[in-house]
């Protein structure tokens, strides 16, 4: 799956056939990301393109030194379901 960085729009995107796939963050301070809102296409729903989308977004945030507040409960609960990640939580 093909997933961009829009960081003029602070959202992580995912192309689906049906549409977008969307992450929307908000940034809190230099060092921490608020990660606010996980959408998927209702027919793209159950397929794992969310997890995937915050996945990769909670690796960016990894790689790139930032901090995780994850106000999304969807985001939420993969931190949950994967806690090699829970380093990148606030």
Same mark, same amino acid.
């Given at each position: 799956?093909?997933?961009?960085?829009?960081m003029?729009n602070?959202r992580f995107?995912a192309?689906t056939?049906r549409?977008?796939a969307?992450?929307?963050?908000?940034?809190?301070?230099?060092?921490?990301?608020?990660?606010r809102s996980?959408?998927v296409p209702?027919p793209?729903?159950?397929?794992?393109?969310?997890?995937?989308?915050?996945?990769?977004a909670l690796?960016?945030?990894?790689?790139?030194?930032?901090?995780?507040n994850a106000?999304? =409960?969807?985001?939420?609960s993969?931190l949950?379901?994967? =806690?090699?990640?829970q380093?990148?939580?606030a």
């Open positions: 799956m093909d997933i961009r960085h829009d003029d602070n995107v192309r056939e549409g977008e969307v992450l929307q963050y908000r940034r809190e301070n230099e060092n921490a990301l608020d990660y996980t959408v209702e793209d729903r159950g397929q794992g393109i969310g997890e995937q989308l915050v996945l990769h690796e960016w945030a990894k790689e790139n030194g930032f901090e995780v106000s999304c =409960p969807f985001v939420q993969v949950e379901e994967h =806690p090699e990640l380093g990148v939580k």
